[in-house]
């Protein structure tokens, strides 16, 4: 169950680094899902040390923007998940590669008892040149597929940008990665603090701009996570 609060309904979180061809319709469309579900929000950028003029378009739409100059997508998401006020937290990325218009997908799970929602591309529909073969053929799957494994889960994407948690449940989860390890982390750390997990289809569109994604250095990073992890849990 959410809990009461007297701030705002839901907080939509975008870390942003060199976003400026999609960081702009990116905050409209998440302004315009939150007046059409009528709910009262805000819409945070995370600036990530943008030489772009991204942080300048995101508040020219309405934004707050936020400046977490240690780069990373981690500290990015943190730095916004901290400032944030509403009951519900959500991030999505600012390269127009979500949808934002799908937002209610992602909280109607939260109102129905869910401590955390993730957005499944893989449940959804993925979009021509939206993911290279690599991705989602064979990195994606296989990141998924070991913390399903390791942590007993039974996942479709745990690599999605695009999800949902109540402010209570981002309490319990002491999230500290600092990169894109902070995906599985964030999984992980539900998974043992027993909160509630589920997925929601949602659409995946080809990304305005240019990735910022190291497939081979990420992923080595998230499997040093998951395995450290495992080896904590292991300790007497």
């Known amino acids: 169950m959410l809990p009461p609060t007297d701030s705002l309904d839901v907080s939509v979180i975008m870390p942003c680094l060199n976003e400026a061809e999609g960081v702009g319709a990116c905050v409209a469309a998440a302004w315009e899902a939150l007046h059409k579900a009528d709910l009262r929000g805000e ?6 040390g943008s030489t772009d003029g991204s ?8 934004a707050r923007v936020i400046n977490e100059d240690r780069r990373g997508y981690g500290r990015a998401c943190l730095a916004g998940l901290r400032a944030a006020s509403g009951a519900i937290l959500i991030l999505g990325d600012a390269d ?13 799970p939260l109102h129905a008892g869910a401590d955390l929602v993730l957005g499944s591309r893989f ?21 998924t597929l070991l913390v399903n494994a390791l942590f ?31 995906a599985p982390e964030m999984v992980i750390a539900a998974r043992r603090a027993g ?3 589920c997925e929601v289809p949602i659409s995946y569109f080809p990304r305005r701009g240019r990735s910022k994604l190291r497939p081979l250095v990420d992923g080595w990073r998230q499997i040093g996570l998951m395995m450290g992890a495992v080896r904590r849990a292991r300790l007497p």
């Open 123 to 143: 449940r959804g529909v993925i979009h021509p040149r939206a993911m290279p073969f690599h991705r989602r053929y064979v990195g994606n799957p296989a990141l």
């Open 195 to 197: 909160l509630r997990l």
């Open 96 to 108: 127009c590669s979500y949808d934002f218009g799908e937002l209610p997908a992602l909280l109607r």
């Open 55 to 62: 942080g300048r378009i995101a508040a020219a739409g309405g």
């Open 152 to 182: 007993g889960l039974c996942l479709t994407d745990a690599e999605s940008g695009f999800r949902a948690m109540t402010r209570g449940a981002f309490a319990q989860l002491r999230l500290t990665a600092p990169g894109m390890e902070f």
């Open 43 to 48: 819409v945070i950028v995370v600036d990530n």
